[in-house]
């Protein structure tokens, strides 16, 4: 008798430690995925502030940036370091392949632009809207600028998205 008492009490115990370690693990999952849109809406709002900043080779600075150099600049203002150059960059992260479904805001993305056999530009996404994707980057043309993916140009020369952010 005396086995049989302490067992329902020990029942118990079990059952709710583990009902809190549950809700503990699913309340992580939540803040982290806060956390991750809280910094990618960070990470737009400060590419956004270069809006028609013009384009430079080679160029880091408000003085100019190529598209490189304003996702390189950018992260690395949130302690995240890349690679300098697009087709670098592309090797970093999580490779979503062209599944624009999984895209996310702050995810890269990616082109071959000119008929050009390999990965040259980049860009951050902004937005996604159903099977269109919203992204900042630096035109050679027109400097930094928000562009789509239903612009025929960069819907010929899309190659892939890439996630940098947990």
Known sequence: MRNTSLLKPLFTLIFISILFASCKSASGINSNTRNRNHLAEEIIHSASENIGVPYKYAGTTKAGFDCSGLVFTTFNQ?????????????????????????????????????????????????????????????????????????????????????????
Do not use: C, M, W
């Open 78 to 166: 949130f302690d995240i370091k890349l690679p300098r150059s697009s087709y670098e960059q592309a090797k970093i992260g999580t490779d979503l392949g062209k599944n624009v479904s999984k895209a996310q805001k702050g995810d890269l993305i990616f082109f071959k632009t000119n008929n050009r056999n390999r990965i040259n530009h980049v860009g951050i996404i902004v937005d996604t809207k159903d099977d269109e994707l919203q992204f900042i980057h630096a035109s050679t043309s027109r400097g930094v600028i928000i562009s789509s993916t239903k612009e025929a140009y960069y819907e010929k020369a899309f190659a892939q998205l890439n996630r940098i952010l947990p």
